[in-house]
């Protein structure tokens, strides 16, 4: 059985910083895309970063220059960097892996930021 497990969740104050990380575990291929999802209280679920396997990362406007993704393909493992964190950032964040034919979520993990 595939698990996606994240971690390094919290709370933190605006302008600081967390490190999001997300393992897998039960697979032995490596995921082509990794990808960072958040869900605000009340809102849906949008992507926010994403990393393919061949290093190509998008990231969705609100956190440009902001959050940074990377990922160790041989531990199947992705990061998200989170620096300059603002209130709306508040969500819980979800990994996501991605092969050709199958996609995995993680569990999720709560990012609080607030004075």
């Known amino acids: 059985q595939v698990t996606l497990v994240e971690s390094g969740g919290g709370l933190v104050q605006p302008g600081g910083s967390l490190r999001l990380s997300c393992a897998a575990y039960?697979?032995?291929?490596?995921?082509?895309?990794m990808e960072w999802y958040r869900q605000p209280p009340g809102k849906q679920r949008d992507e926010v970063a994403r990393?393919?396997?061949?290093?190509?990362?998008y990231y969705d406007d609100s956190v440009k220059g902001r959050f940074t993704i990377s990922r160790d393909g041989a531990k199947n493992t992705v990061y998200l960097q989170m620096d300059s964190l603002k209130p709306g950032d508040t969500a819980v964040y979800y990994c996501?892996?991605?092969?050709?034919?199958?996609?995995?979520w993680g569990q999720g993990t709560q990012v609080t930021v607030r004075p």
């Open positions: 996501k892996g991605a092969g050709y034919s199958y996609v995995y």
């Open positions: 039960g697979i032995s291929s490596s995921f082509h895309t």
């Open positions: 990393i393919t396997d061949d290093g190509y990362t």
